[in-house]
Nanobody, 125 residues
Framework: QVQLVESGGGLVQAGGSLRLSCAAS????????MGWFRQAPGKEREFVAA????????NYADSVKGRATISRDNAKNTVYLQMNSLKPEDTAVYYC??????????????????WGQGTQVTVSL
C-alpha cells in the first residue's frame, strides 16, 4: 500500500508560480512512476505531468509544456510539480498518483494505482 499526501496548493495571481509537493510512504519510492493530474469543477480529471521511477523520463500535457517541471527526490520520497506563468485555466484540484505496474510516466489515470487526496490551486486574474 502507498500513501500519498499533496501540499503546496493555494491562491496565486495569474503569471505567478507555485510548487506542489507529494510525499509518499510505503514501498520503495523509486520503484514506481509518479504522475500529476488535475480536475476542475465540472470537468474530467486530466493529465498534467509524469516522471519515471529514476527520474530520467518525463512526460507533459501540451497545456503545461514549457510552464511546468516535474521532478522527484527519491531520497525524500517526494515528487514535485513546479508551475510557472500560471493562468486562470490552471485552476483545479491537483492530484498526485503512483504507478507500480507499468513503470512508465503515463498520461492516463487508469495507469495509476494510488492517489492522493488533492490540493487546490486557484489562479486569479
Amino acid at each position: 500500500q502507498v500513501q500519498l499526501v499533496e501540499s503546496g496548493g493555494g491562491l496565486v495571481q495569474a503569471g505567478g508560480s507555485l510548487r506542489l509537493s507529494c510525499a509518499a510512504s510505503g514501498r520503495p519510492f523509486s520503484s514506481y512512476a509518479m504522475g500529476w493530474f488535475r480536475q476542475a469543477p465540472g470537468k474530467e480529471r486530466e493529465f498534467v505531468a509524469a516522471i519515471s521511477g529514476g527520474g530520467s523520463i518525463t512526460n507533459y500535457a501540451d497545456s503545461v509544456k514549457g510552464r511546468a517541471t516535474i521532478s522527484r527526490d527519491n531520497a525524500k520520497n517526494t515528487v514535485y510539480l513546479q508551475m510557472n506563468s500560471l493562468k486562470p485555466e490552471d485552476t483545479a484540484v491537483y492530484y498526485c498518483a503512483a504507478d507500480q505496474r507499468y513503470g512508465r510516466p503515463a498520461g492516463h489515470p487508469s495507469m495509476y494505482d494510488y492517489w492522493g487526496q488533492g490540493t487546490q490551486v486557484t489562479v486569479s486574474l
